[in-house]
């Protein structure tokens, strides 16, 4: 019995590739009819009662199809089983490399995807982390300007108040008034302290007042009329 190279691999479970290797190592029967191989394929032991059941035309037949009918197997042939193992090799490695390429597409794919994903987090936590130094930023220069303020509020007070309380000054204003001069004298007067409160230490100015410290400093140079 003869089976084509689809046939037996097929029933004996076999790929092309090995019976490929098998013909070539000339481990195993075949022929070659018009450039197509074919495997002879002995058929089990008939019983001896089979034999004698057996026509003698259909014996004939069956041991013309046991016996190897081998013919040399041409270069055409070889060639055209090389061509389709090279063929199948290469639609094989064709197949593992689209396979390969995809695999490589696919973990780019995730890596940018990571890539984004990252960046997009730390965006929002530099955004959020400036906001809060701004935050923080605009306190403080509040809280600056709010304890400023408030010194020179204390400051002021603090001042107003030493002159208020100190018995040794008077008021430039309510101590003309007291010597009884005229108003143009008065104003006279009061001009040259205002030219030189800001040079003179003998002259406190405070909230736009000019104050006197009779018992200690002399005024006779800027009260002469």
């Not at 000339?26 to 018009?34: G, R």
């Not at 001896?48 to 041409?74: A, D, F, G, Y």
């Not at 042939?77 to 597409?105: H, P």
Request: a positive charge; hydrophobic letters at 35%.
């Amino acid at each position: 019995m003869r089976l084509s190279v689809d046939e037996y691999c097929k029933q004996f479970k076999m790929s092309k590739e090995m019976l490929s290797s098998k013909i070539r190592a000339k481990k195993i029967d075949y022929i070659v009819e018009n450039d197509t191989v074919y495997i002879i394929v002995t058929p089990p032991m008939a019983t001896k009662q089979e034999i004698i059941n057996t026509p003698l035309e259909q014996k004939n037949i069956q041991k013309q199809s046991v016996l190897p009918q081998k013919s040399k197997i041409t270069v055409a042939t070889l060639l055209s089983l090389y061509q389709k193992e090279n063929s199948f090799l290469k639609n094989k490695i064709e197949f593992l490399e689209a396979k390969i390429d995809k695999l490589i597409d696919d973990k780019e794919q995730l890596l940018r995807q990571e890539k984004d994903k990252i960046e997009e987090i730390y965006t929002t936590k530099d955004e959020q982390l400036k906001n809060i130094l701004e935050l923080v930023h605009k306190n403080i220069k509040l809280q600056k300007e709010q304890l400023e303020a408030q010194k020179v509020e204390n400051f002021s007070y603090k001042n107003e108040a030493e002159v208020l309380e100190d018995s040794e000054m008077v008021e430039l204003k309510e101590y003309l008034k007291s010597l009884n001069l005229r108003s143009a004298q008065r104003k006279t007067i009061k001009k040259r302290f205002l030219d030189i409160y800001d040079s003179d230490i003998r002259i406190i100015q405070q909230n736009g007042r000019l104050y006197l410290n009779l018992l200690k400093y002399d005024y006779s140079d800027l009260l002469a009329c």
